[in-house]
């Protein structure tokens, strides 16, 4: 004899009830799995932000460097203010960011 069953409406919704429970979880693993993706990206992205900060930086202290260098090469040119030579004169245009004529 073969065993029928039957299918009731609180039988289909226990199905759909079990399917929805199934479904919402597998989003919420899903969810999970994507903020620990998001949260990975997010540490690579500081890593890379603080290394470009630390470039960056030593960029401007050398930058800095070479200004006071500069500087001090006309500070202990023998030409004065007012009638410098063309090497003053380039360095100062240069420090000036204005094109050598």
Known sequence: MKKVAKLTRESVWENQ???NLTTIEEIRTDTLNDLQLLSEDFQHLHL???S???NYAALLKQNRQMRAMLLQVVDECFCWQGNRCDRCNAIFQLLSN???E
């Open 48 to 50: 890379v932000v603080t």
């Open 98 to 100: 204005r094109q050598l």
């Open 52 to 54: 470009v900060q630390q």
């Open 17 to 19: 009830l079990k399917g």
